[in-house]
């Protein structure tokens, strides 16, 4: 490539990005009813700090929207007032309270279309949630994603958990099952049957624990994995330490028992719900007599 080509192609990249990156964003005055001003007041200042911390959006200031109080909950609506502020998309949001619970309604125009680009309600049970809808609206409106879509360890909403989502981090056990092969030892066993019962806690970006159970003798070890996300599917890597009996035929000065040091890979689905799906692939070399060596995968169950 020339390098009046690279000098273009980088230029036309930069200025995609700088587009992208520049969608100017008017957020109208929040509509509402039955909530108190300064519930009013603190969520409309929470949803613009969260929606500041997305790159996607260009906010434009508070003040500037003020003068535009009036009832917009439509697109042709919207539109005209993004028009007069030249702004690229104009979110409206409205609280509305029925009983104790608060229903959250939100509609995001494309201004130069001049028609709604998302759309979507939800409630929170109090005002005592609302800070944690702002950030679901938020990340619904950078991802392009529905509300129920946004779910996160430490952001599910109590409307989340009538759909059996737990609310937070919690204590869990699981059974993990499959098959360990041998690279070293083990009797020169082409593969062993392997089961695991699993007792941790997830922390949000860490699962830490304590596990046992039988693989062509007996394991006993702690572990800590490392998520790389709060969504539903995250990948993960970990180390585990403990113990490990191997069954072999005893030899005379000879010990089958030794220390276990092991790393593993693998994937967690469904962690927002009060269940999930554990994938592992684990290789770990006991510090045994026989020099004991095996990848071991697995698959199985934990519950919240």
């Not at 020339?2 to 957020?27: P, W, Y």
């Not at 949000?204 to 996300?229: E, K, N, P, W």
Request: glycine letters at 8%.
């Amino acid at each position: 490539m020339g390098k009046s080509q690279l000098i273009c192609t980088l230029f036309l990249i930069l200025t995609g990005t700088l587009v992208f990156a520049g969608q100017r964003l008017a957020v109208l005055p929040l509509h509402a009813n039955g909530v108190d001003q300064s519930t009013v007041q603190t969520f409309s200042e929470l949803l613009r700090n969260e929606l500041s911390k997305h790159d996607k959006f260009s906010l434009l200031s508070g003040k500037q929207m003020d003068q535009y109080g009036e009832y917009c909950m439509d697109s042709d609506c919207a539109a005209d007032i993004g028009e007069n502020v030249q702004a690229d998309l104009v979110l409206a949001v409205s609280l509305n309270r029925l009983g104790e619970k608060i229903i959250v309604h939100f509609i995001l125009t494309d201004v130069h279309r001049r028609e709604t680009q998302l759309a979507d309600n939800s409630s929170v049970p109090g005002v005592d949630e609302l800070d944690v809808m702002a950030r679901r609206i938020a990340n619904s409106i950078s991802s392009g994603k529905l509300i129920d879509q946004t779910a996160e360890v430490g952001q599910v909403l109590k409307e989340d958990e009538k759909a059996f989502i737990r609310r937070k981090a919690a204590k869990y056990l699981g059974l993990t099952f499959g098959y360990t092969y041998p690279l070293e030892g083990y009797e020169d066993k082409d593969r062993v049957f392997s089961l695991n019962l699993i007792l941790g806690y997830d922390t949000g970006s860490l699962m830490a624990g304590v596990q046992g159970g039988a693989r062509y003798g007996v394991t006993a070890s702690v572990f800590c994995d490392y998520l790389f996300s709060r969504s539903d599917f995250s990948p993960f890597l970990g180390l585990a330490a403990g113990f490990h009996w191997v069954a072999h035929d005893n030899e005379p000065d000879k010990h089958e028992d030794g220390f276990m040091l092991a790393a593993n890979a693998g994937l967690v689905a469904f962690r927002t719900y009060n269940f999930q799906l554990r994938v592992n692939c684990e290789y770990a070399v006991t510090f045994n007599d026989y020099d004991d060596s095996a990848l071991t995968l697995m698959i199985g169950l934990l519950k919240n």
